[in-house]
């Protein structure tokens, strides 16, 4: 019942957001149509974001009670961080060659996701490392909860250095987004975090069923 | 080039990625249901 109505409400949030970004939403003065490129990327990225505080979290939380529901939701939110910061990076480079005239800088944000996505990655290929399938899953535990501590660098990477990267358009002091433009964003980023539950408790499903085989 | 072309680009990346993990997903929960079935 509760899968059933979240992949509903993933599928109509998800429609939403695509009418109100291809459709509705206005071009920039400045990038012109390039901009429909942020209700992918943003969303994404903050979706990635998520996934490793659920990965550290569970992680953790398996560490010390060693319960097998935890180490699922640990797997589930580490391949969802590689999915959706994948993501984060094909559709910026999608974005910055047109607008930068580069596919990759060497730029703090860029390298520091690129991290992120690199350290998940090593998540999920960390558990099948060992002989022991317990060793594998405490190992995978260990490099989620680590790898979160990439989470923050990420995100004020574009504070505290000086980048090609734009800084964040909201935060605290305040929303640098014009409203037209503000809605799409806010709906996308609604709608990939809904997908991202989803896409948690699916996996993590599909671990438990394939652990009780 | 029309900048549509890299909008669209970016769609049908996140189409590819995230829809190809969900679909992997839902190939293995079926084939775990269906060995379920045939074992139980």
């Not at chain 1, 520091?112 to 995978?140: K, Q």
């Amino acid at each position: 019942m509760l899968r059933a109505f979240l992949g509903g409400a993933t599928a109509a949030l998800l429609a939403l957001g695509l009418v109100l970004a291809l459709w509705l939403s206005p071009p920039d003065a400045y990038q012109g149509e390039y901009v429909r490129i942020m209700y992918v990327h943003v969303p994404s990225a903050l979706a990635a974001y998520v996934a490793a505080a659920v990965a550290c979290v569970a992680g953790a939380l398996y560490l010390w009670r060693r319960q097998a529901r935890y180490d699922h939701l640990a797997q589930a939110g580490a391949e969802l961080v590689v999915v959706f910061s994948g993501l984060t990076l094909l559709s910026g480079m999608l974005w910055g060659r047109p607008v930068w005239g580069v596919w990759w800088a060497w730029d703090a944000r860029l390298v520091t996701t690129a991290v992120l996505f690199l350290l998940y990655v090593g998540c999920v290929l960390v558990r099948g490392l060992s002989d022991d399938p317990e060793r594998g899953r405490s190992l995978a535990a260990v490099v989620g909860v680590v790898g979160f501590l990439d989470v923050p660098i990420v995100h004020y990477s574009v504070v505290w250095f000086r980048t090609l990267h734009q800084p964040p358009s909201i935060g605290p002091g305040g929303v640098a987004i014009a409203p037209p433009l503000l809605l799409p964003l806010v709906v996308n980023a609604l709608a990939y975090l809904a997908l991202l539950g989803y896409l948690l408790v699916e996996r993590a499903r599909l671990a438990q069923v394939e652990a009780s085989r | 080039m029309n900048p549509w072309v890299w909008v669209l680009a970016a769609y049908g990346c996140a189409a590819l990625v995230v829809g190809g993990y969900a679909v992997w997903i839902w190939r293995r929960l079926r084939e775990a249901r269906a060995t379920e079935e045939v074992e139980g």
